[in-house]
């Protein structure tokens, strides 16, 4: 075994640490390693054919081994990500799928210890600290909560046209019924391919899909009155209204600088 392959094989965990601003990454695809994308500062979006996920503040998002993806950074982001071996057989004590993408909480502890790796850059085995640190990312893991941030997309064309419209529509209110007419496509059907193709109303959808724009423009500085306006909301409290209801905070404190517990 070469020395290169040897030293690969010795490492537990690696890391990547940049701070950037407005950009769009793709991170490369491995057979061998997960990723955990965090952001101690500001907001991911990772995007991926089966959907979209947004990484808030205290937030990260699991991405399995060969799962192609891109990052899209809003505002200044300080983004912190650690590859994890993927395992033959993954653990029954994880909380959430580990084949698939998941929005996980980061607690004081979490966030430490990714911070930790970054600033170290490798785990190796031959070293007993190193051997540590990560069983104890790996406990974390055990026992992280899951947050409902996800998007799936549907897979049949006509539905995917009316995604397409939707995600055009950031610019201006964004209305089912023109959409759907743009589509050449009824209430009822499109009802039918949301709920068979990804498990939500299309109503459900659609607050989704405006609660995840809502997240990126935030954490890039705008307010909640101007994100409530801009979304079409006919007021700022609907706006908050459902963000309660989806994330269980307003705006102002799920964006302050507590740490989820």
């Known amino acids: 075994m070469s020395n290169s392959r ?40 990772v995007r991926t054919e089966a959907g979209t996920w947004v990484v808030p503040p205290y937030r ?40 698939k993408c998941a929005v996980i909480n980061v607690n004081p502890l979490l966030r430490e210890l990714i911070l930790r790796v970054v600033r ?3 785990l190796n085995a031959n070293v007993p600290n190193h051997q540590r640190i990560a069983r104890l990312i ?33 610019e201006s209110e964004i209305e089912i019924g023109p959409a759907l007419n743009s589509c050449g496509s009824s209430r009822r059907t499109m009802e039918r391919l949301f709920r068979a193709e990804t498990g939500m109303s299309l109503g459900q959808w659609v ?14 500085g705008e307010s909640a009155t101007s994100v409530a306006f801009h979304l ?24 302050s600088n507590r740490l989820v517990e």
């Not at 993806?69 to 909380?95: E, H």
């Not at 995604?163 to 950031?170: D, K, L, M, N, Q």
């Open 6 to 45: 040897q030293h690969d094989s010795l490492e537990l965990v690696r890391s990547y640490g940049v701070t950037l601003s407005q950009t769009q990454l793709v991170p490369p695809v491995s057979e061998t390693w997960n990723v955990l994308v965090y952001a101690s500062k500001g907001i991911v979006t």
């Open 232 to 255: 079409g909301y006919s007021s700022p409290s609907a706006f908050i209204a459902m963000f309660k209801r989806e994330l269980g905070a307003a705006p102002g404190s799920y964006f």
């Open 207 to 220: 607050r989704r899909r405006k609660l995840l724009e809502g997240l990126r423009r935030m954490s890039g």
């Open 120 to 122: 170290i850059g490798a």
């Open 60 to 99: 990260a998002v699991w991405l399995p081994a060969n799962m192609k993806a891109k990052l899209d950074v809003a505002g200044q982001t300080a983004l912190r990500m650690i590859y994890l071996r993927s395992q033959r057989r993954t653990s029954k004590r994880m909380p959430f799928d580990p084949k």
């Open 138 to 170: 790996q406990d974390e893991l055990n026992t992280v909560g899951t947050v409902p941030l996800q998007l799936p997309y549907p897979q049949c064309d006509q539905a995917m046209q009316f995604v397409s419209i939707i995600e055009g529509s950031f």
